[in-house]
T-cell receptor, first 112, second 111 residues
Framework: DADVTQTPRNRITKTGKRIMLECSQTKGHDRMYWYRQDPGLGLRLIYYSFDVKDINKGEISDGYSVSRQAQAKFSLSLESAIPNQTALYFC???????????FGSGTRLTVV | RKEVEQDPGPFNVPEGATVAFNCTYSNSASQSFFWYRQDCRKEPKLLMSVYSSGNEDGRFTAQLNRASQYISLLIRDSKLSDSATYLCVVPGGGSQGNLIFGKGTKLSVKP
């Protein structure tokens, strides 16, 4: 099994729909992150969490919300999807401030 | 200076060539740096961590120059399988210490 698992892998949804992207990890790390990646813009941080009770906004949190259900689970929601949220979404985990990220395989989301 | 800036690329090189990527960063307090590799439509994967003056792993060498605030990645004897986008990653400012990703440099190794 992958260390960081994201579901779904691909999703097409309509404008205005609510959608949840899920992430779970088996690495036992406290820190979890949600990024989106767009061509030419690189990876941008949406939300991050350092433990179950600690949720923080990243640079592009508008239109998104998150839930840290457990140390191993961190979900991202789009309350009312819009076309410019079409992107590749990655969940990542990190052991601490000195370590690198481990990414999930990504969710390719298309909002039509 | 932007938080992290990479060579724009793309780099198109023949097999067996040596290629180097540079990356500059703005946070002089940064302690740990990383190079990630990302294949098309796949997740970024850690290639190398750079903690001190630099380190080597097979054909890959990462160098850190704190005085000039840049890191580099050198790939020797390029293989077709090295074709990918290489992301420079540095610590961001602030107490949270989140990582900042460069936009990446695309490498294409040709036969």
């Amino acid at each position: 099994d992958a260390d960081v698992t994201q579901t779904p892998r691909n999703r097409i949804t309509k404008t205005g729909k609510r959608i949840m992207l899920e992430c779970s990890q088996t690495k036992g790390h406290d820190r979890m992150y949600w990024y989106r990646q767009d061509p030419g813009l690189g990876l941008r941080l949406i939300y991050y969490s350092f433990d179950v009770k600690d949720i923080n906004k990243g640079e592009i949190s508008d239109g998104y919300s998150v839930s840290r259900q457990a140390q191993a689970k961190f979900s991202l929601s789009l309350e009312s999807a819009i076309p410019n949220q079409t992107a590749l979404y990655f969940c990542a985990t990190r052991p601490g401030q000195g370590g690198g990220y481990t990414f999930g395989s990504g969710t390719r989301l298309t909002v039509v | 200076r932007k938080e992290v800036e990479q060579d724009p690329g793309p780099f198109n090189v023949p097999e067996g060539a040596t290629v180097a990527f540079n990356c500059t960063y703005s946070n002089s307090a940064s302690q740990s740096f990383f190079w990630y590799r990302q294949d098309c439509r796949k997740e970024p994967k850690l290639l190398m961590s750079v903690y001190s003056s630099g380190n080597e792993d097979g054909r890959f060498t990462a160098q850190l120059n704190r005085a000039s605030q840049y890191i580099s990645l050198l790939i020797r004897d390029s293989k077709l399988s090295d074709s990918a986008t290489y992301l420079c990653v540095v610590p961001g400012g602030g107490s949270q210490g989140n990582l900042i990703f460069g936009k990446g440099t695309k490498l294409s190794v040709k036969p």
